[in-house]
């Protein structure tokens, strides 16, 4: 699934985790940040819910093009590995 919306704030959390647990629960399993280019913590709470849903699923999750930004938050809050290996 690619995000489908420039930005993942507290604002728009609720909508995009929802669109990735419907991705996930057809199949998908590889979820695309190409076009995120701004997000917060909400961000990492969305991954985080998501890899819960694919592996509580028996899936493995691919995270492509995972913002800058994304990627700081996760260092920030430790969860850098769990979304490196997600």
Known sequence: MKIPTESITNRNAMQVVEAG?????????????????RCDTSA?????????????????????????????LAKLYGVEALIDGA
């Open 21 to 37: 647990q419907a991705a996930i629960l057809a199949g998908d399993r590889v979820i695309d940040f190409s076009g995120v280019l």
């Open 44 to 72: 990492v709470a969305c991954v985080l819910a998501w890899m819960r849903l694919a592996h509580s699923n028996g899936g493995k999750l691919e995270l492509v093009a995972l913002p800058k930004d994304l990627r700081s």
